[in-house]
């Protein structure tokens, strides 16, 4: 999933409490996957409710959201809209991905292997429509507003981060710093002990914090650039040049400037370059939004989660009331006031 | 050069009310005496701080700035007498405070000022209302909130001065009209506090005869009072929480 750029990135270290008093916008595909993905039993299969619906992006959501706010963060939700029409064959991919990953479980854990099952199950994940009307209802009854994105969420967030409306875009892919991002956060949502995937390895996730401007700078290359490199290596949008790794897409683009001239210098084809590189510059964003956090709404969280998807009663109370701890008055510094 | 003499007591108060807002500082030393500014790591409370050299026994110094880790200071001076002169002496040329007290002499090393936060700026608020009151009624507001609550509303209405607290379930007000007030400026105010800060901020003020707020609305307040017999004085300026909108 998006571009694989990270290891051109200038990443910073970052607590949690750093962040406090910042709005942070997260992409929430991005985010419902991880959780979707994360949040298993031991033999892969995600949480479920007794009817059978899976619940592994409400209980992410619910506890995850609740510590964020706890330390002072806004959060805020960008939702996708409709992909760009040149997505079509990466989402087709995703699909095919998928449906060979169920595919793959259903036998592992037909043989008791449960270490790959475990990895084909989060293979399998998929946000689908009830996945993301549940979470889009969850946000409400929390408290927590969520903005919906025209087209790409990443794109909506960088936007919003732009127009000075966020502080940052929380997300695990490096797209938002095609978008524009100026500051991006990612495992945000997913700090702690993470199984690494494939392995039966513990690791420390901790959030990092990248600021595009300093990328830039220790680059030497512009967004544009950036860009540029992000198509050589490939992007959602298309397949990147053979053998073309980030290091080498970097070399190229400083060496020739920009994609056209290593496409010359390459004889290679990029179908549509214009029209990706456009929809990085130009994204199709909207400034109709309102972001506004609430209270939480106990009674509705109850009904919610406990009573149709049978979350434990005790412990959505206590996240509720996390929530409406912090959704009261919050303490402001000084700097305001100079 | 720096050398003075100072009563133990008198200076462990002084230090105490600053240490409320940070661990390290960076001292001004003036020949009229020393002063020092500094924000909590938060950025949520600043004080202000001046001992004048009336306040000390001897006191001669040029001007520097040394950087102090108060606990050090507070250790030392919690061993000391009341009534005992506490002697100091700055050894320049290796960053070294010689302290004298009760028959000990010690030698703290100074902080290198530069690792030291810098001293803010102090923001010009426009403040409407002004309220000056007794510090042990202060004291016993703040107290009583802490029972039930983690902060406390501040406000002017009319010619009343108000502190109030809600817990869940309970809640409990102070209200002090102009009688029971040494001054009052009337004006629109109305700010929340924190009860982690305010209750380290006023625990010097039990002693203190006026202590001084200024008030407005969900702005910070500003707390003052004199330390060292009228020879020094703090104030603190702590940020208000407001209502997530």
């Given at each position: 999933m998006g571009t694989d750029i990270g290891d051109l990135l200038q990443k910073r270290k970052v607590e949690f409490s750093d962040l406090a008093n910042q709005v942070v916008a997260i992409d929430a595909f991005n985010t419902l996957h991880q959780f979707l993905s994360i949040i298993r039993q031991r033999d892969g299969n995600p949480l479920v409710d007794s009817a059978g619906r899976v619940t592994s992006h409400l209980s992410g959501l619910l506890y995850r959201t609740a510590s964020l706010v706890e330390v002072g963060i806004k959060p805020l939700f960008v939702f996708d809209g409709k992909p760009p029409a040149l997505k079509s064959e990466t989402l087709n991919k995703r699909k095919e991905v998928r449906e060979s990953s169920r595919e793959k479980w259903e036998n592992a854990k037909a043989v008791g292997d449960l270490e790959s099952a475990y990895r084909y199950a989060q293979a399998s994940s998929k946000v689908n429509q009830e996945i993301i009307e549940d979470s889009k209802y969850l946000l409400s009854a929390m408290g927590i507003p969520f903005v919906q994105a025209p087209c790409e969420g990443e794109a909506q967030a960088a936007h919003m981060v732009l127009k000075k409306d966020a502080n940052c875009v929380a997300s695990q892919d490096y797209d938002s710093f095609l978008f524009g991002a100026p500051v991006v956060v990612r495992n945000l949502a997913v700090t702690g002990k993470r199984k690494l995937p494939g392995k039966n390895i513990y690791v420390d996730v901790e959030a990092e914090i990248i600021e595009l401007d300093e990328t830039l700078q220790a680059l030497e290359i512009t967004r544009e650039q950036l860009i540029d490199i992000a198509i050589c290596v490939g992007t959602d949008y298309n397949k990147g040049l053979e053998k073309v790794g980030p290091k080498t897409a970097l070399k190229l683009i400083k060496k020739h400037g920009d994609i056209y001239a290593v496409l010359r210098e390459k004889r290679a084809e990029i179908e549509a370059v214009d029209r990706i590189r456009e929809i990085f510059l130009n994204p199709d964003v909207t400034d109709n939004y309102e972001i506004k956090w609430g209270k939480p709404d106990s009674e509705k969280l109850l009904e919610f989660?406990?009573?149709?998807?049978?979350?434990?009663v005790d412990r959505v109370e206590k996240a509720a009331e996390r929530l409406k701890a912090a959704s009261g008055a919050r303490q402001k510094t000084l700097d305001q006031w100079f | 050069m720096f050398k003075a003499a100072i009563n133990a007591e008198l200076l462990r108060d002084a230090i105490a009310a600053l240490a409320v807002i940070v661990d390290e500082v960076r001292f001004k030393i003036k020949p009229e005496g020393i002063s020092v500014k500094a924000v909590d790591p938060a950025n949520v409370a600043m004080g202000i701080f001046e001992l004048g050299s009336s306040a000390f026994e001897e006191y001669s110094a040029d001007e520097s700035e040394i950087g102090v880790d108060l606990n050090k200071i507070m250790d030392l001076l919690g061993i000391a007498d009341k009534s005992d002169t506490v002697r100091m002496e700055l050894e320049e040329s290796n960053h070294k405070l010689l302290i004298d007290v009760g028959g000990l002499s010690y030698t703290l090393s100074l902080l290198d000022p530069s690792t030291i936060r810098a001293e803010p700026r102090v923001p010009q608020l426009e403040l409407p209302a002004k309220v000056v009151l007794n510090g042990a009624d202060l004291r016993r507001a703040v107290k009583a909130a802490e029972k039930i609550s983690d902060h406390l509303l501040m406000g002017v209405s009319e010619d009343t001065f108000y502190m109030e607290a809600k817990g869940d379930t309970d809640q409990v007000r102070l209200e002090m009209g102009r009688d029971q007030l040494i001054d009052l400026k009337a004006g629109e105010a109305c700010s929340l506090f924190s009860l982690d800060y305010l209750t380290d901020i006023v625990k010097p003020t039990n002693k203190v005869n006026e202590v001084t707020l200024s008030l407005g609305k969900d702005f910070p307040i500003f707390i003052d009072f004199e330390i060292a017999n009228g020879a020094g004085r703090i104030s603190y300026l702590l940020a208000p929480r407001i209502e997530s909108d």
């Amino acid at each position: 999933m998006g571009t694989d750029i990270g290891d051109l990135l200038q990443k910073r270290k970052v607590e949690f409490s750093d962040l406090a008093n910042q709005v942070v916008a997260i992409d929430a595909f991005n985010t419902l996957h991880q959780f979707l993905s994360i949040i298993r039993q031991r033999d892969g299969n995600p949480l479920v409710d007794s009817a059978g619906r899976v619940t592994s992006h409400l209980s992410g959501l619910l506890y995850r959201t609740a510590s964020l706010v706890e330390v002072g963060i806004k959060p805020l939700f960008v939702f996708d809209g409709k992909p760009p029409a040149l997505k079509s064959e990466t989402l087709n991919k995703r699909k095919e991905v998928r449906e060979s990953s169920r595919e793959k479980w259903e036998n592992a854990k037909a043989v008791g292997d449960l270490e790959s099952a475990y990895r084909y199950a989060q293979a399998s994940s998929k946000v689908n429509q009830e996945i993301i009307e549940d979470s889009k209802y969850l946000l409400s009854a929390m408290g927590i507003p969520f903005v919906q994105a025209p087209c790409e969420g990443e794109a909506q967030a960088a936007h919003m981060v732009l127009k000075k409306d966020a502080n940052c875009v929380a997300s695990q892919d490096y797209d938002s710093f095609l978008f524009g991002a100026p500051v991006v956060v990612r495992n945000l949502a997913v700090t702690g002990k993470r199984k690494l995937p494939g392995k039966n390895i513990y690791v420390d996730v901790e959030a990092e914090i990248i600021e595009l401007d300093e990328t830039l700078q220790a680059l030497e290359i512009t967004r544009e650039q950036l860009i540029d490199i992000a198509i050589c290596v490939g992007t959602d949008y298309n397949k990147g040049l053979e053998k073309v790794g980030p290091k080498t897409a970097l070399k190229l683009i400083k060496k020739h400037g920009d994609i056209y001239a290593v496409l010359r210098e390459k004889r290679a084809e990029i179908e549509a370059v214009d029209r990706i590189r456009e929809i990085f510059l130009n994204p199709d964003v909207t400034d109709n939004y309102e972001i506004k956090w609430g209270k939480p709404d106990s009674e509705k969280l109850l009904e919610f989660l406990c009573e149709k998807h049978d979350f434990s009663v005790d412990r959505v109370e206590k996240a509720a009331e996390r929530l409406k701890a912090a959704s009261g008055a919050r303490q402001k510094t000084l700097d305001q006031w100079f | 050069m720096f050398k003075a003499a100072i009563n133990a007591e008198l200076l462990r108060d002084a230090i105490a009310a600053l240490a409320v807002i940070v661990d390290e500082v960076r001292f001004k030393i003036k020949p009229e005496g020393i002063s020092v500014k500094a924000v909590d790591p938060a950025n949520v409370a600043m004080g202000i701080f001046e001992l004048g050299s009336s306040a000390f026994e001897e006191y001669s110094a040029d001007e520097s700035e040394i950087g102090v880790d108060l606990n050090k200071i507070m250790d030392l001076l919690g061993i000391a007498d009341k009534s005992d002169t506490v002697r100091m002496e700055l050894e320049e040329s290796n960053h070294k405070l010689l302290i004298d007290v009760g028959g000990l002499s010690y030698t703290l090393s100074l902080l290198d000022p530069s690792t030291i936060r810098a001293e803010p700026r102090v923001p010009q608020l426009e403040l409407p209302a002004k309220v000056v009151l007794n510090g042990a009624d202060l004291r016993r507001a703040v107290k009583a909130a802490e029972k039930i609550s983690d902060h406390l509303l501040m406000g002017v209405s009319e010619d009343t001065f108000y502190m109030e607290a809600k817990g869940d379930t309970d809640q409990v007000r102070l209200e002090m009209g102009r009688d029971q007030l040494i001054d009052l400026k009337a004006g629109e105010a109305c700010s929340l506090f924190s009860l982690d800060y305010l209750t380290d901020i006023v625990k010097p003020t039990n002693k203190v005869n006026e202590v001084t707020l200024s008030l407005g609305k969900d702005f910070p307040i500003f707390i003052d009072f004199e330390i060292a017999n009228g020879a020094g004085r703090i104030s603190y300026l702590l940020a208000p929480r407001i209502e997530s909108d």
